[in-house]
C-alpha cells in the first residue's frame, strides 16, 4: 500500500490532538464538552499538517512550536465553522450535528468565541511574529464569507468571483498555515513566500473539490447532504458552469435564484449540473492549480516532507470526501 501523505508525520499529528486537549480544559462542564464534540469530529488536520510539513520541508528539527502553531490554528478553523453553520443554518457538519443543532445557539456563539480566543493566545505563546499572519487570514476569512453573503441567489456572480470568495475564506488560513511553519525555520523570507503561494493554490483546490461533492458526492463518505450549496444560494463554480450551459443553463438558473427551492428542484438541479460539462471543468480548474501550486515546491531541497507536500497536492484533487 502506497504511504499516505501524513504518514511522516503521524507523532506529531498525534500531539496536536494532546495539545488542543490541553488547552481547551475547561471548568465549565457544558463549555468543555462542547469543545471537545466540535474537535472530535474532525476532518483531516489539513492546516496543521501543512504548518508541521512546511516547518521539516525548511529544515527543522524540533517541530514543538510548529505543532503548536498548529494546534492554534486548527483551534481558529474550527471556530469558524461553528460561525459558518450559524450563519448558514446548516444541518451537519462531517456527518455529525451542527453544534447549534446539538446544543444552543447562544451557547455555540460563545463557543466558537472561546476557541478563537484559546488559538490566538496558543499562538502568541508560541511567536508573537506570526499573530500578523493569522490576522491577516482571519480577516480574509470574514471577508470572503461576507461576499459570498452578497452574492447568494445571483446568477451574475462569474469564476472570477467565485476564485475571490474562495481565495478569503478557504485558500488564506491554508496559505498561513505553511507561512507559519516555514517562518518558525527559515532563514530567507523567499521560502516563507514560496511555502505560502504553494499552500494558498492548494486551498484554492480544496475548495473546488468540495463544491464538487457537494454535486456529486456521497454523503456516507462527506458527512452532509449533496445539494446543500443550491439550498443555501451559495455560487459555487459548479453552479456558475452549469448556468453557462447552452441547453440546461437557464433552468439551472431558474432554480438557484429561487427563495423557496422544493426538494425536487434541489434533485432535478442536480443532476442537470452533471448533464453538462460543469464537473469535468471544475475538477480541470484545481487540476491546473494544483499543478502550479507543485512547482513552488522546486524552490525547497528534496525531502520526505516535499514529497508529502506533492503527496497531499495530488491528494486534494482525488479525494471523495
Given at each position: ?40 469530529n474532525h476532518g483531516k488536520r ?199 450551459d447552452s441547453t440546461y443553463g ?72
Open positions: 500500500m502506497a504511504e499516505l501523505w501524513s504518514d511522516c508525520i503521524t507523532s506529531e499529528l498525534g500531539r496536536v490532538e494532546s495539545v488542543m486537549d490541553k488547552v481547551t480544559d475547561s471548568d465549565n462542564p457544558e463549555l468543555k464538552e462542547m469543545v471537545r464534540y466540535v474537535l472530535a489539513i492546516r496543521s499538517s501543512i504548518c508541521i510539513l512546511s516547518y521539516y520541508m525548511c529544515g527543522g528539527t524540533d517541530p514543538t512550536r510548529a505543532i503548536n502553531v498548529g494546534s492554534a490554528l486548527e483551534l481558529i478553523h474550527n471556530a469558524s465553522l461553528i460561525h459558518d453553520d450559524i450563519n448558514d443554518r446548516g444541518e451537519m457538519r462531517r456527518g455529525a450535528k451542527a453544534l447549534y443543532r446539538e446544543y444552543s445557539l447562544g451557547k455555540s456563539i460563545v463557543a466558537g468565541d472561546y476557541m478563537f480566543a484559546l488559538g490566538f493566545r496558543l499562538l502568541g505563546s508560541n511567536s508573537n511574529e506570526l499573530v500578523d499572519y493569522v490576522v491577516e487570514a482571519a480577516a480574509s476569512m470574514g471577508s470572503g464569507e461576507f461576499s459570498q453573503k452578497d452574492y447568494e441567489r445571483k446568477f451574475s456572480v462569474g469564476e472570477k468571483e467565485y476564485m475571490d470568495i474562495i481565495s478569503g475564506k478557504t485558500a488564506r488560513l491554508i496559505e498561513c498555515a505553511a507561512k507559519c511553519g516555514a517562518f518558525l525555520v527559515a532563514e530567507d523570507l523567499d521560502s516563507v513566500e514560496h511555502a505560502g503561494t504553494f499552500a494558498f493554490k492548494i486551498g484554492q483546490a480544496f475548495q473546488i473539490i468540495d463544491d464538487i461533492l457537494d454535486v456529486t458526492g456521497d454523503p456516507r463518505s462527506t458527512g452532509k447532504r449533496v445539494g446543500t450549496d443550491i439550498v443555501e444560494g451559495k455560487p459555487t463554480l459548479p453552479t456558475i458552469y452549469g448556468m453557462e437557464s433552468r439551472i438558473r431558474e432554480i438557484f435564484e429561487n427563495d423557496h427551492i422544493s426538494n425536487d428542484e434541489i434533485t432535478e438541479a442536480l443532476e442537470l449540473i452533471q448533464k453538462t460539462n460543469s464537473i469535468q471543468r471544475c475538477f480541470d480548474k484545481a487540476r491546473s492549480i494544483v499543478d502550479e501550486a507543485v512547482v513552488e515546491l522546486n524552490h525547497f531541497k528534496d525531502s520526505i516532507y516535499k514529497n508529502a507536500m506533492r503527496a497531499l497536492a495530488n491528494f486534494i484533487v482525488l479525494r471523495d470526501r
